[in-house]
């Protein structure tokens, strides 16, 4: 996918205020709009104009692609980096249908799954309450097991007396409930944008996301993990000590196991009601023949033991 440069499309520079952008726009549009321009390309340059303009007139959505697109130039290939959106704070704000279906897939790779169609929380209330906002957080899956409160970083864009978008931190002490799961929101009362007229303030809904983790996989409240056996612990079975997310336990290898063979630790997974299951599955690790003892004793299997591991092939 190609990155496109709205800021080149309306001829702005990227620090442009929002009366300038405007303009811009209002300039181009009246240049392209299909209904007066005998330009050719009129149509097309005029969908790319409004796809720009809706972009850099929202203050969310230009701090989000202005956050993306550092430092990229148009046509260059583009895939947004990995949880680009963490502790990135916006309101309840919705693109329309609209915009959804006429924007590009440039568009909707950035906003479509993030800043459009998330749950817009009291949206439907009285226009004294202030709005709700909404910010995903990562986690490292230990803190569902035990519960804990973290400190969560969030920005938040504003636009500035000169119309200029910058980026406003904050810090928040958030507990967070032991359980919680990929997906979930923690709503934070009072913590969105503040009511007018005396109104209430709007809430703050963070999302829950797990850190990729090096051993782990989360699934609903399932745990993966791949537990390394060596292959005669594997053939003739063997007890051993392993490190789970709570703690560690002793777990039991059946004889005669093969690598891929799950082990189900019943209520192991992330607490609930019910609790999940944590699932270790065998990887059965050779060790290399780097001694002449270890090659002797390789070469003692293969003639004794007349084993021939393609035998289910047919081979």
């Known amino acids: 996918m190609e990155f496109k440069d709205y800021y080149e499309l309306l001829g702005v520079n990227r620090d442009a205020s929002a009366d300038e952008i405007k303009k811009a726009y209002r300039k181009l549009a009246r240049k392209y709009h299909p209904d007066i321009s005998k330009e050719k390309d009129a149509e097309s340059r005029m969908k790319k104009l409004n796809e720009a303009f809706a972009v850099l007139s929202d203050v969310e959505k230009r701090a989000a692609y202005d956050?993306?697109?550092?430092?990229?130039?148009?046509?260059?290939?583009?895939?947004?980096?990995?949880?680009?959106?963490?502790?990135?704070?916006?309101?309840?704000?919705?693109?329309?249908?609209?915009?959804?279906?006429?924007?590009?897939?440039?568009?909707?790779?950035?906003?479509?799954?993030?800043?459009?169609?998330?749950?817009?929380?009291?949206?439907?209330?009285?226009?004294?309450?202030?709005?709700?906002?909404?910010?995903?957080?990562?986690?490292?899956?230990?803190?569902?097991?035990?519960?804990?409160?973290?400190?969560?970083?969030?920005?938040?864009?504003?636009?500035?007396?000169?119309?200029?978008?910058?980026?406003?931190?904050?810090?928040?002490?958030?507990?967070?409930?032991?359980?919680?799961?990929?997906?979930?929101?923690?709503?934070?009362?009072?913590?969105?944008?503040?009511?007018?007229?005396?109104?209430?303030?709007?809430?703050?809904?963070?999302?829950?996301?797990?850190?990729?983790?090096?051993?782990?996989?989360?699934?609903?409240?399932?745990?993966?993990?791949?537990?390394p056996v060596a292959p005669w612990e594997a053939a003739l079975g063997a007890t051993v000590e392993v490190q789970v997310p709570d703690g560690t336990v002793e777990v039991r290898i059946p004889e005669a196991s093969q690598s891929g063979r799950k082990l189900r630790l019943r209520d192991r997974g992330i607490p609930g009601d019910p609790p999940g299951n944590l699932f270790l599955v065998l990887e059965v690790v050779v060790p290399p023949a780097d001694t002449p003892k270890a090659r002797e004793l390789y070469e003692t299997m293969a003639r004794e033991l007349a084993f021939n591991a393609r035998n289910h092939l047919g081979v």
């Open 67 to 227: 956050k993306v697109g550092q430092g990229l130039h148009a046509g260059e290939e583009f895939r947004p980096p990995p949880n680009w959106d963490t502790g990135f704070e916006f309101s309840g704000r919705q693109f329309s249908d609209a915009e959804a279906a006429e924007f590009s897939d440039f568009f909707s790779e950035i906003f479509g799954s993030r800043m459009g169609r998330r749950a817009a929380h009291g949206q439907a209330r009285s226009q004294a309450r202030g709005e709700d906002h909404h910010a995903k957080i990562e986690l490292d899956l230990e803190d569902a097991y035990h519960g804990i409160t973290r400190k969560i970083a969030l920005q938040a864009p504003q636009i500035d007396e000169q119309g200029r978008v910058h980026l406003v931190q904050r810090s928040l002490d958030v507990r967070i409930p032991k359980g919680v799961r990929e997906g979930q929101l923690i709503r934070l009362s009072g913590q969105g944008s503040q009511g007018s007229g005396g109104g209430q303030a709007g809430d703050l809904y963070l999302e829950i996301h797990f850190k990729t983790h090096s051993r782990y996989r989360v699934e609903g409240r399932d745990v993966y993990a791949s537990l």
